[in-house]
């Protein structure tokens, strides 16, 4: 099991460029969210997929940023136009709501660390 | 309100020995559940351990274990036998039924394993 892979796993881009993060979920996993990780706000969940469905993007700070997920084996974040506010780690990870009240818990991602100039 | 408080911003433990990590917890659903991950300085986010709002003996994994108290919503976290690698952030987490199982996480605690 390869686990969750996102790429890429640094990006640096200019003020204004369109970003676009990747995410592969471990396979068989029905759930998948989004979380943005900073100093000043911990980790913030984005948005989140149960069967390729978005089930809330409550997290989604602006209309800059979006997501999708058009089949079970990826998902993407893109931000566009970026800002340096949105200098941040994001993570993808997934689940399956399966065992004793889904202990099988959430696989992360080993993360994007996102930095806009 | 917030749903995980982790008070300890950071904690100091001597090699060997034993240390406590807080989180207390708000929520009014009776199905949750409550997770520890580790995220050490190469930042990767790893699992640790889980305890159910059902289950009613504490949840162990090695030298972690998870004193969990409902009545006072508290999920501490003990490492028993702190080594240098312990190092790094814990995260506790909460997922509820009624939020459609999103993990929520605190703030973090920062501990320093001493040699």
């Known amino acids: 099991d390869a686990g969750v892979i996102q790429s890429p796993r640094h990006e640096v881009t200019e003020m204004g460029q369109e970003v676009t993060l990747r995410c592969k979920p471990i396979s068989g996993h029905n759930s998948l969210f989004w979380y943005r990780q900073t100093m000043m706000r911990g980790l913030e969940l984005l948005i989140y997929f149960n069967n390729n469905v978005p089930i809330d993007d409550s997290g989604m700070p602006e209309d800059r940023f979006s997501a999708k997920m058009p089949n079970a084996s990826f998902s993407t974040l893109k931000i566009q136009p970026s800002e340096p506010r949105d200098s941040a780690v994001y993570f993808c990870?997934?689940?399956?709501?399966?065992?004793?009240?889904?202990?099988?818990?959430?696989?992360f991602g080993s993360g994007t660390r996102l930095t806009v100039v | 309100a917030q749903k995980i408080t982790q008070t300890q911003p950071g904690m100091f433990v001597q090699e060997k020995e034993a240390v406590t990590l807080d989180c207390t917890y708000d929520?009014?659903?009776?199905?949750?559940?409550l997770f520890w991950y580790k995220q050490p300085s190469s930042g990767e986010m790893i699992f640790l351990i889980y305890?159910?709002?059902?289950?009613?003996q504490n949840a162990t994994e090695g030298r972690y274990s998870l004193n969990f108290q409902k009545a006072r919503k508290s999920a501490n976290l003990v490492i028993s036998a702190s080594q240098l690698g312990d190092s790094a952030m814990y995260f506790c987490a909460m997922r509820e039924r009624g939020s459609n199982y999103k993990l929520t996480f605190g703030k973090g605690t920062l501990l320093t394993v001493n040699p």
């Open positions: 305890q159910g709002s059902y289950d009613e």
């Open positions: 990870a997934s689940s399956s709501r399966t065992g004793r009240n889904g202990e099988s818990g959430y696989t």
């Open positions: 929520t009014s659903d009776q199905s949750y559940g």
